[in-house]
């Protein structure tokens, strides 16, 4: 143990001057003491610069947010290490064993996880997955002697899960199911045999140890980006022709006509977003375009028209040394709005194509891979509810130039 502890705070000092990121998620049988385990890592550790986040209970501030908002907070800054009783993972498992969900709707889910833990891997992180695993026979002796103790971490637990131990076949058939399913080789899951407990803890002590030398001595295998610029086009000119390329620039309204419809659509606003405060719905507002497209004014007329307590308005500039520390889309996720309320985006997560793209500040398989992963991230904030609007503004070059001049 001596040995283990010290190579481990040796291994976490070499972390600490990295950009890796270390995800390390706890699950497994109830009883099988996985609270026993993630406070002996913490003991072995430098707890500065380890965050522990359990999912037992649901706050008000996450149950208003999407489901995955509360786990990208939980996700450590480059060079530390999070761990994470049950992860993304505890949901799917109990929606299933609950009978809230068919295997279908799990597998779907499932499918989400994969390529979540994949996004993370892609951008440098290092997951690492534990089950612990108990025969049934060991478990209900084990929750037995906890059940005696009423100075058990277990028994002090605010919610035990259980239901779990009632139907243990049952409940392993469904693990099987998650872990045969999410079983990758960016991300395996390392099966812990519980039984014994000094086996246990120095197992996945040990485990931990090499997997973050792995990671430091060699990078992870990439998968190639699903999109790619190399495209195949024609050389005739017709084939080049985008969607902006078609855009009438020369619309104009009467300025008598524009007043006038401006304020018929500023009520209309005003009180569909009351609507949407009392459904509990919350609104996202993407607005992009070209330099001197009037993003700024298009949100201005936008938020004169409701209730400045309901909406919040965020510029996106050069990304901060914090932000710099995570995973680009955490910036983003952070300020996704709770249930009823608006958040208005001044250039966004697009930047990444965009901006970051032309200026150097992605490198060529970062923008390319971040396609799918913002598709992701969108499917994660329309299937949770929030209603998402994206704004393009675009003007002639001739007229852009006019405004700069302005």
Known sequence: EEELRTQLLLVQRELKQTDIPVVVIVSGVEGAGKGEVVNRLNEWLDTRGVQTSAFWDETDEERQRPRYWRFWRTLPPRGEIAILFGGWYLAPIEHRFGELCNDAELDAE????VDFERMLIQDGALVVKFW??????????????????????????????????????????????????????????????????????????????????????????????????????PDAEGARVTILDQLDVSLSLDREEYKTELRRLQNEINELCWEAYKRERSIVAVFEGVD?????????????????RLYRTIPIAAPTDEEKAHHYLWRFWRHIPRAGYITLYDRSWYGRVLVERVEGFATDNEWRRAYAEINQFEDQLTESGVILFKFWLQVSEEEQLRRFKD
């Open 292 to 308: 001197a497209g009037g993003k700024g004014g298009a949100i201005r007329r936008f938020t004169n028209a409701i209730d400045a």
């Open 110 to 113: 499932l499918n989400q996880i």
């Open 132 to 233: 612990f695993h108990l025969s049934e026979k060991d478990q209900k002796k084990r929750l037995k002697e906890l059940s005696r103790d009423d100075k058990s971490r277990w028994k002090m637990l605010p919610d035990k899960k259980s239901k779990f131990s009632k139907q243990y076949s049952r409940f392993e058939h469904v693990a099987e199911r998650v872990i045969r399913h999410t079983d990758r080789g960016l991300s395996p899951w390392y099966l812990i045999e519980a039984e014994d407990k000094r086996y246990r803890d120095l197992t996945v002590g040990t485990t931990l140890l090499h997997a973050i030398k792995r990671r430091l001595s060699e990078p992870p295998a990439m998968e190639p980006p699903t999109t790619s610029s190399n495209l195949a086009l």
